[in-house]
């Protein structure tokens, strides 16, 4: 196709220079003042934090006075005067280890400080460093959310081993509560019983029983990865529902935050997730949460204090309600579990059906019902053939083979459709405006060419939406397929090839000491090199209708799709080069059939 930089050209690449100019106007304007509306929500929430508890390591003191018990209402409280009692300054830590990950204990608090994944695919790039899921945030998992008399006034922890110990904590209202950490050999899971005692003459009531839960930063935050895209989410499932709700932390609006992360029904689980990772909390499910709340932070990322970064980490808060202990009785357990790992799809569905939704593969929901089958069998062909590339490529190729029908169609539709332009454009011209045509004359003579045109399409049986529909209906699939490449975990630090680790750009040799707008860092990246070429030759390839100015915008769609793509994790990038080498070589095969199949009508003797 020649090709000429008439007028059209220079509309069409006027129009993209008007809207990259606008984008790169619009959009410091736009994150400047969506900075400050986060900067105003970071005020807003520090001026409204709650004072710290009691139950705060560093905390001095604290006034309790007995709770009076439902056989005592409306009765004469006992009378007991209010003590001070001094609140326990210094922790003490120990740790538990399996294959898997270790994590470390705070025992004044009784939760999880710290949790590093020991796999090597979960270690950090640049420093080959254990991720730490979380440290010391604003949330600990297993932490008691902060209530009256719950506060420490003596600890004994007692180790069992690499993988449980007990945590003994006598709180100021007089309660004793035992911890029992566990660990499973081969999990993410952290197993501990609640083992609560009442050895004073009266019954206690704790007026807001809460477990609170870790939050996840962002991945690359966490990680330092150069993530694609990313997403938190708040993510909790009702008692009875099967279903997991999710909620953007996000959203500005603090009250609706508050909205939709607060749960007044019980609930069989709660859980922060970030795009590669996972924290959650099971209550037992013959005592689940009576309610859950969403809890968040403002953050800024590693190195960085300009409020266009600053972002929420979501936590949650499982609460049993008012719980009375009862003098000298039995104790009362609760057994909570909390998984904090990777969200690898095998173990993530081990967890339940409802856990599901924390995998949140697909930015739009409605393509998660597909995403989830293509990681599934994404690791069904890496068990098969023992690599992620290969999987990749084999997994591409039979989604391709899949739609051969349906691309076959619209492949054979749109060569019909080029075949029938000598006749489109004698009717256009018959039918061709002239400048001394009235308005009725002007519309007499487009209803004539619509009707002339339907006539045509039927006699030579031809759909002139024969090309688009089959692509239409092609291309949820290819979105779902692009975010299962895009989410997968199991991807990160797996090398093919050249490809160092396919959730990252392949990049070969030292990147340029600058970056470019929508690029980023200049690097050379070969699949995304071949990708782009292929493009422009399957553009070549493609049967056209005889528009120039659709031609010529179509020539210009690699070059878009590489400004767009040159910094794309090299699993993506891999998934798109296999998938248009199978376009050109499918759109091949249909030339050469079309061409045997006119072969073989011209052989046959015509009838007399």
């Given at each position: 196709m020649n090709f000429k930089f008439d007028k059209d050209t220079a509309l069409i690449v006027l129009v993209g220079c008007l809207l990259m100019g606008g984008w790169l106007i619009y959009m410091p304007k736009y994150q400047a003042k969506?900075?400050?509306?986060?900067?105003?929500?970071?005020?807003?929430?520090?001026?409204?934090?709650?004072?710290?508890?009691?139950?705060?390591?560093?905390?001095?003191?604290?006034?309790?006075?007995?709770?009076?018990?439902?056989?005592?209402?409306?009765?004469?409280?006992?009378?007991?005067?209010?003590?001070?009692?001094?609140?326990?300054?210094?922790?003490?830590?120990?740790?538990?280890?399996?294959?898997?990950?270790?994590?470390?204990?705070?025992?004044?608090?009784?939760?999880?400080?710290?949790?590093?994944?020991l796999d090597p695919r979960y270690k950090l790039k640049d420093s080959g460093e254990a991720i730490e899921l979380f440290r010391d945030g604003a949330y600990r998992t297993f932490e008691l959310k902060s209530a009256p008399g719950l506060v420490p006034v003596s600890l004994d922890v007692v180790e069992k081993g690499p993988l449980s110990a007990e945590v003994v904590r006598t709180f100021a209202n007089g309660l004793k509560l035992t911890q029992t950490f566990a660990l499973p050999e081969d999990n993410y899971m952290v197993v501990c019983e609640y083992a609560w005692t009442n050895p004073t003459s009266a019954a206690v009531t704790v007026d807001g029983l809460g477990v609170r839960l870790a939050g996840l930063p962002q991945v690359k935050d966490l990680t330092g990865d150069k993530v694609y895209s990313e997403r938190l989410n708040v993510d909790f499932c009702k008692v009875g529902s099967g279903m997991c709700d999710s909620a953007d932390p996000q959203v500005k609006s603090q009250e609706k935050f508050d909205k939709r992360t607060t749960c007044n029904v019980p609930v069989a689980w709660i859980g922060s997730?970030?795009?590669?990772?996972?924290?959650?909390?099971?209550?037992?499910?013959?005592?689940?949460?009576?309610?859950?709340?969403?809890?968040?932070?403002?953050?800024?990322?590693?190195?960085?204090?300009?409020?266009?970064?600053?972002?929420?980490?979501?936590?949650?808060?499982?609460?049993?309600?008012?719980?009375?202990?009862?003098?000298g009785a039995e104790p009362v357990k609760y057994l909570l579990k909390t998984y904090c790992g990777p969200k690898e799809m095998a173990r993530i569905r081990a967890l339940g059906s409802s856990v599901m939704g924390v995998m949140h593969i697909s930015y739009y929901s409605w393509f998660e019902f597909i995403a989830r089958p293509m990681v599934m069998l994404l690791n069904w062909l890496k068990g098969l053939c023992g690599s992620y590339g290969i999987a990749i490529i084999l997994l591409t190729l039979i989604v391709r083979i899949l739609f051969w029908p349906v691309t076959q169609k619209a492949n054979s539709s749109m060569r019909r459709m080029q075949k029938l332009q000598p006749k489109i454009k004698e009717l256009q011209e018959k039918y061709k405006e002239s400048p001394m045509d009235t308005q009725d004359d002007t519309a007499r003579k487009k209803a004539e060419l619509n009707q002339k045109m339907m006539e045509l399409y039927r006699t030579e049986k031809v759909n002139p939406l024969g090309g688009c529909l089959p692509v239409l209906l092609q291309i949820p699939v290819f979105i779902a397929l692009y975010s299962a490449l895009d989410s997968a975990v199991e991807l990160r630090n797996v090398p093919f090839l050249w490809c160092t680790d396919l959730s990252r750009p392949d990049l070969v040799g030292p990147t340029l000491p600058f970056a470019l707008p929508f690029i980023g860092q200049v690097g050379f990246h070969p699949l995304v090199i071949a990708m782009t070429a292929l493009m422009v030759l399957q553009q070549k390839m493609t049967p056209t209708t005889g528009d120039s100015a659709q031609q010529k915008m179509m020539m210009l769609m690699p070059v878009i799709m590489l400004f767009m793509f040159y910094n794309l994790p090299s699993g993506l990038t891999l998934y798109w080069t296999v998938s248009q080498i199978f376009s050109i070589l499918q759109m091949k095969y249909g030339q050469f059939a079309a061409k045997r199949d006119e072969a073989r009508q011209a052989s046959k003797p015509q009838k007399a």
């Amino acid at each position: 196709m020649n090709f000429k930089f008439d007028k059209d050209t220079a509309l069409i690449v006027l129009v993209g220079c008007l809207l990259m100019g606008g984008w790169l106007i619009y959009m410091p304007k736009y994150q400047a003042k969506r900075a400050a509306e986060y900067q105003k929500m970071l005020e807003t929430t520090q001026q409204n934090a709650p004072a710290q508890q009691t139950n705060t390591p560093g905390a001095t003191s604290a006034t309790v006075q007995p709770a009076v018990t439902d056989a005592n209402a409306g009765q004469a409280a006992p009378e007991t005067a209010a003590e001070t009692v001094s609140a326990l300054k210094e922790t003490k830590t120990f740790t538990l280890e399996n294959k898997l990950f270790r994590v470390t204990v705070d025992g004044l608090t009784g939760s999880l400080s710290s949790a590093k994944l020991l796999d090597p695919r979960y270690k950090l790039k640049d420093s080959g460093e254990a991720i730490e899921l979380f440290r010391d945030g604003a949330y600990r998992t297993f932490e008691l959310k902060s209530a009256p008399g719950l506060v420490p006034v003596s600890l004994d922890v007692v180790e069992k081993g690499p993988l449980s110990a007990e945590v003994v904590r006598t709180f100021a209202n007089g309660l004793k509560l035992t911890q029992t950490f566990a660990l499973p050999e081969d999990n993410y899971m952290v197993v501990c019983e609640y083992a609560w005692t009442n050895p004073t003459s009266a019954a206690v009531t704790v007026d807001g029983l809460g477990v609170r839960l870790a939050g996840l930063p962002q991945v690359k935050d966490l990680t330092g990865d150069k993530v694609y895209s990313e997403r938190l989410n708040v993510d909790f499932c009702k008692v009875g529902s099967g279903m997991c709700d999710s909620a953007d932390p996000q959203v500005k609006s603090q009250e609706k935050f508050d909205k939709r992360t607060t749960c007044n029904v019980p609930v069989a689980w709660i859980g922060s997730s970030n795009k590669y990772f996972a924290s959650l909390l099971f209550a037992d499910d013959a005592k689940p949460f009576a309610s859950a709340f969403g809890e968040r932070v403002w953050n800024f990322p590693a190195g960085s204090t300009s409020e266009k970064d600053l972002y929420a980490v979501p936590s949650m808060t499982g609460d049993f309600g008012a719980v009375t202990f009862a003098p000298g009785a039995e104790p009362v357990k609760y057994l909570l579990k909390t998984y904090c790992g990777p969200k690898e799809m095998a173990r993530i569905r081990a967890l339940g059906s409802s856990v599901m939704g924390v995998m949140h593969i697909s930015y739009y929901s409605w393509f998660e019902f597909i995403a989830r089958p293509m990681v599934m069998l994404l690791n069904w062909l890496k068990g098969l053939c023992g690599s992620y590339g290969i999987a990749i490529i084999l997994l591409t190729l039979i989604v391709r083979i899949l739609f051969w029908p349906v691309t076959q169609k619209a492949n054979s539709s749109m060569r019909r459709m080029q075949k029938l332009q000598p006749k489109i454009k004698e009717l256009q011209e018959k039918y061709k405006e002239s400048p001394m045509d009235t308005q009725d004359d002007t519309a007499r003579k487009k209803a004539e060419l619509n009707q002339k045109m339907m006539e045509l399409y039927r006699t030579e049986k031809v759909n002139p939406l024969g090309g688009c529909l089959p692509v239409l209906l092609q291309i949820p699939v290819f979105i779902a397929l692009y975010s299962a490449l895009d989410s997968a975990v199991e991807l990160r630090n797996v090398p093919f090839l050249w490809c160092t680790d396919l959730s990252r750009p392949d990049l070969v040799g030292p990147t340029l000491p600058f970056a470019l707008p929508f690029i980023g860092q200049v690097g050379f990246h070969p699949l995304v090199i071949a990708m782009t070429a292929l493009m422009v030759l399957q553009q070549k390839m493609t049967p056209t209708t005889g528009d120039s100015a659709q031609q010529k915008m179509m020539m210009l769609m690699p070059v878009i799709m590489l400004f767009m793509f040159y910094n794309l994790p090299s699993g993506l990038t891999l998934y798109w080069t296999v998938s248009q080498i199978f376009s050109i070589l499918q759109m091949k095969y249909g030339q050469f059939a079309a061409k045997r199949d006119e072969a073989r009508q011209a052989s046959k003797p015509q009838k007399a």
